[in-house]
């Protein structure tokens, strides 16, 4: 699935806006099919359009490149994450999000620095060899 769909995406190693939504169309159906929750759950029209535009905007932001917008210094809004364009480049580490544990656990955590490079590599030579 991944080689079929998804890889189409992963193309993508240095992230910007429009490779959030750069999938197979495949992809793109299962990834826009989630407002169709409204149709069983009772909602307001409002929710639903917010959740198309949040599932549509999300993608766009989270690629964007950039951490977070700055307000006379402060983050305001997180946006695309260092974590995630880490996740582009290498493929092997950062699957999930960074506030959760799952990918310290599952030892596939890329904090950036040179040392979770090497790591990183030489456990992909190590699979490579078996």
Known sequence: ???AVHSVHHRNIN???????????????IYVASPLIHVI???SPLHVIYHFQFTILAAI??????EALLVRGKRVIEL???FHQLHHRFFDCNYGTDDMPWDRWFRTFHDGTD????????KQRRRARS
Not at 15 to 29: A, D, L, Q
Not at 115 to 122: D, I, P, S
């Open 41 to 43: 759950v009772p909602s």
């Open 80 to 82: 695309g994450y260092f």
């Open 1 to 3: 699935l991944y080689k």
């Open 115 to 122: 040392e979770a490079t090497q790591a990183l590599r030489e």
């Open 15 to 29: 992230t910007g806006p429009w490779s959030g939504n750069s999938m197979h169309p495949f992809e793109h159906m």
């Open 61 to 66: 932001i989270t690629h964007c490149g950039y």
